[in-house]
């Protein structure tokens, strides 16, 4: 029996960079959390403990800081392209790099008067944004965007019956049913929008309008759709992403079911038309998939 490495890869997770951008009294702000993770020549360091193959993880957390003064933050897309392209260029022992990064937004706080004030922000409720980009030393690139914690819930519209009944079902049909869920989607960006580079070149995607769009889609298909089931659901909303946007090809999603179930109110008396519920905490159904377009590019290393 011989005991060989497998497959590894190191990298600094979490670092925050909060970047303030000053344009004159008006301040703009970025929050991201920049997690990065290398591989290649890496048998020596495991074997031997030999580090010259080892780019620290302590550098690349300065290297997040110091490409967000160098460079400004803007798209996450493009910021973790320009980390993951430069440590695979600059570094012959990293053969692969990846890149995370989660975005939380900020709203600005309204001053006296109700004008947005210049320099105070309040974190919103918003969901927070997320992607991750591969880029490999034989310039394979992808780029996976995507959100979660998009909390969402529709007061009617969704029905759950028809299902397997065994001997241990107890749970009651219903044709109108409160349908919440939090939803995590992440989408992948077809190879020809992966690989353009922002900086290089002119013609670079616009992962914000993406952003906004994708985002916009997931909603107005969840608001849409009358629902017979969550999983109805889902495949409805990532179907309209990838009618709606041809630079998606895939997304993949995972949605708790945010039961809501009806109170009992007779003990006192009362009758409960669909109004009083109790927000269940746990456990949860968890429905989670992929949707794609029948002519998807191969993923290679998009999803790991
Ligand atoms: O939309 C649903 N899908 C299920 O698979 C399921 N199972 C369950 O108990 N409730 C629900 N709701």
Redesign the pocket.
């Known amino acids: 029996m011989t005991v060989v490495l497998g497959p590894n890869r190191y990298g600094k997770a979490e670092t925050r960079v909060v970047r303030v951008v000053r344009d004159g009294a008006t301040h703009h702000l970025k929050d991201i959390n920049v997690s990065s993770s290398l591989s290649g020549d890496m048998e020596e360091v495991h074997l031997t403990g030999d580090n010259a193959a080892v780019l620290p993880t302590d550098t690349q957390k300065n290297t997040a800081y110091a490409f967000a003064r160098k460079h400004g933050i803007d798209q996450i897309e493009d910021f973790a392209l320009l980390l993951a392209r430069h440590y695979v260029a600059s570094q012959p022992s990293i053969h692969h790099a990846r890149v995370e990064i989660e975005e939380y937004f900020w709203d600005r706080i309204p001053v006296s008067g109700g004008r947005d004030g210049r320099h105070s922000f309040v974190r919103s409720g918003r969901e927070v944004r997320t992607c991750v980009v591969h880029h490999d030393r034989d310039g394979r690139t992808t780029v996976v965007s995507g959100l979660k914690d998009l909390v969402v819930l529709n007061s009617t519209g969704s029905e759950?019956h028809g299902y397997i009944q065994d001997e241990y079902t107890t749970?009651k049909p219903t044709t109108d049913r409160i349908l919440a869920t939090a939803v995590s989607a992440r989408w992948r960006h077809v190879p020809d929008v992966s690989s353009r580079d922002s900086h290089d070149s002119g013609d670079s995607h616009d992962f914000g309008a993406s952003y906004d769009e994708v985002r916009r889609g997931l909603l107005e298909a969840f608001a849409d759709t009358h629902s017979l089931?969550?999983?109805q659901t889902l495949y409805a909303m990532g179907e309209r992403v990838l009618k709606a946007r041809p630079e998606i090809c895939e997304v993949r999603m995972a949605m708790p079911?945010k039961h809501h179930f009806l109170v009992d109110l007779e003990p006192f008396g009362m009758d409960n038309p669909n109004e009083v519920f109790y927000a269940a905490d746990r456990p949860y159904?968890l429905?989670e998939g992929a949707v794609l377009t029948d002519d998807a590019p191969d993923a290679a290393f998009a999803w790991e």
């Open positions: 759950f749970l089931s969550l999983q079911n159904g429905i």
